[in-house]
């Protein structure tokens, strides 16, 4: 890792990772994927009891009208870590938990695979936290 990470903040967690992972479940499910808890708390959010299938989930609530509102999502370097396995899918979700953006595995691999994470302020840090620049056309959008 190359920059700052976003220190751990447990209210943060607390308010948003709990409905965050329903919303995306039911969204899988909904589809004939079941997905489940990881039981190491400090990894990925979620998996497949087989765990052959992963899934990221991020909260965004900057996101907090129907489009997303930015050219490119911003996918901390931080978490590069998760996608070298090529089984591990990104999603992010609105403000108000009605929209939902998803990136295959495979997409976000080869993105990470060709540049380098920039530096990029946010609400958390301002200085110091890298991310990785996906142009947001190559995220699939859904109503939840």
Known sequence: MIGRSKPFDKQLH?????????????FFAERDIILVDH???????????????????????????????????????????????GNTHYVILSKNYKRLGFISAAKIQRFIKL????????????????FYKIPQTEFEFFDV
């Open 14 to 26: 607390a308010n948003n990772d709990p409905k965050s992972r329903i919303v995306v479940k039911k």
């Open 39 to 85: 039981p190491n708390k400090c990894d990925i959010d979620l998996i497949t009891e087989d765990g052959k299938l992963r899934v990221e989930v991020e909260h965004r609530n900057s996101w907090n009208k129907r489009d997303f509102p930015y050219d490119e999502v911003n996918v901390p370097e931080r978490k590069a870590k998760f996608f070298k396995d």
């Open 115 to 130: 540049q380098s994470p920039k530096e990029s302020s946010n609400c958390f840090m301002k200085k110091g936290e890298y």
